[in-house]
């Protein structure tokens, strides 16, 4: 089975057609804590400053749309957008900065009032992206990737919220699944996002932390960033099984993107069913996997978590914003550099969550009702920044 058709799973378990055109989406609606919070003064102040729906068009920037991930954020955004009756546009990045800056800036610079989720290709992108918005009138939630130094309260109310769900946490769930799984000693490779990425880092800590503190005997050998591509991931493993052979005995990939292109390139080579994955994400077409048991159940451990969700999440904070039912200046710290929960999940209970993407329109009805910060189950947990382990 090639990469594509694999990437191309998840479109279809999401009922969503894969584009290569651009264009993109948001969403609306009071959140109840707003209303508990802001009173009667909110609603004047959503009446004489807020920006009307019309004026507003939904943006949805991603790294890549050959990622599972990357297309379900595609697929949340556009189901708040028409939930909203917003018009949206996709930017494509493909995995280039400049890419997704100047496609920004072209979208900015057309004059509507644009909110915007951005899921940044480094963190060094994310002060360019929220001072373009800002000059713009528009306003932006950055999602995994943005300098440890740069926070919206420093910034202002044009640069509504930084998101994420725990990296490190997730780096020790799977490390502690792997290394189980493997007996407890070892070799490992390692397939990280981008280099220049806080979300790929943080998981790393804590894959490094799991290891060194709990599990001595389990080596790992070699990490290779690549990218949050499938092919990348693909093509580096390749080289990792030449180079290594059959001292590898355990896989963790920081997402389940690069899962797909590694997997395939074990199974290619004849060492599938003796090899372990984990990863981060617990994507449709890793649940298809876990299910058929594929390469002698080589899926160990996962993280769950769903970037449909964090598209909607971060499109509709941004949106309450533009249109005044929230300030974000007036926001607590954890509601403007949000940690939102994640599961640690394995073969015994992944069906528990898997059933969440049969029924995405009925999850963002919730996340209207219930507002971003407490919609389960990716409810509010913490204030960032993330403190990286110490040992």
Do not use: Q
């Given at each position: 089975m090639s990469l594509k058709s694999n990437a191309n799973r998840l479109a279809k378990l999401?009922?969503?057609?894969?584009?290569?055109?651009?264009?993109?989406?948001?969403?609306?609606?009071?959140a109840s804590e707003s209303?508990?919070?802001?009173?009667?003064?909110?609603?004047?102040?959503?009446?004489?400053?807020?920006?009307?729906?019309?004026?507003?068009?939904?943006?949805?920037?991603?790294?890549?749309?050959?990622?599972?991930?990357?297309?379900?954020?595609?697929a949340g955004a556009e189901a708040l957008a028409k939930k909203l009756g917003v018009p949206i546009e996709i930017v494509d990045s493909e995995g280039s900065s400049q890419v997704q800056n100047s496609k920004i800036q072209a979208i900015l610079a057309k004059g509507k009032t644009v909110v915007m989720f951005v899921n940044t290709v480094s963190s060094?992108?994310?002060?360019?992206?929220v001072e373009a918005t800002k000059a713009a009138g528009g306003f932006v939630t950055i999602w995994w990737n943005k300098p440890d130094d740069y926070e919206p309260r420093d910034v202002g109310d044009n640069f509504v919220a930084f998101q994420k769900h725990p990296g490190v946490s997730s780096g020790e769930c799977t490390a502690d699944r792997l290394a189980e799984s493997i007996g407890g000693s070892g070799k490992i490779i390692a397939l990280p996002g981008v280099q220049d990425s806080t979300t790929s880092a943080t998981r790393v800590a804590g894959l490094e932390y799991a290891l060194a503190t709990r599990w001595p005997d389990v080596e790992l050998v070699e990490l290779r960033p690549s990218d949050w591509d499938p092919e990348l991931a693909y093509r580096n493993s390749q080289d990792l099984i030449t180079k290594y052979g059959s001292d590898i005995k355990g896989v963790w990939t920081a997402d389940d993107g690069m899962q797909i292109g590694a997997m395939k390139a074990f199974e290619d080579a004849g060492r599938l069913d003796q090899v372990?994955?984990?990863?981060?994400?617990?994507?449709?077409?890793?649940?298809?996997?876990?299910?058929?048991?594929?390469?002698?159940?080589?899926i160990v451990g996962e993280t769950f978590h769903r970037g449909w969700a964090a598209s909607a999440i971060g499109l509709y904070t941004a949106y309450l914003a533009a249109i005044g039912e929230i300030v974000p200046s007036e926001l607590s710290n954890d509601k403007r550099h949000s940690l939102f929960e994640i599961a640690c999940v394995g073969p015994e209970n992944f069906e528990d969550f898997a059933s969440l993407d049969n029924d995405v329109d009925g999850w963002i009805d919730q996340l209207i009702i219930n507002g971003p910060w407490d919609t389960a189950p990716f409810k509010l947990i913490g204030e960032g920044p993330e403190i990286l382990p110490q040992y």
């Open positions: 999401l009922g969503i057609a894969m584009v290569a055109g651009l264009t993109l989406a948001g969403c609306t609606t009071a209303a508990s919070t802001s009173s009667s003064t909110s609603a004047e102040s959503s009446e004489s400053t807020g920006v009307k729906k019309e004026d507003i068009v939904f943006v949805a920037s991603v790294i890549n749309t050959t990622n599972p991930y990357f297309a379900a954020n595609i060094a992108d994310a002060p360019i992206i372990k994955f984990v990863s981060d994400g617990l994507y449709p077409p890793t649940i298809e996997d876990m299910r058929s048991g594929r390469g002698n159940n080589a």
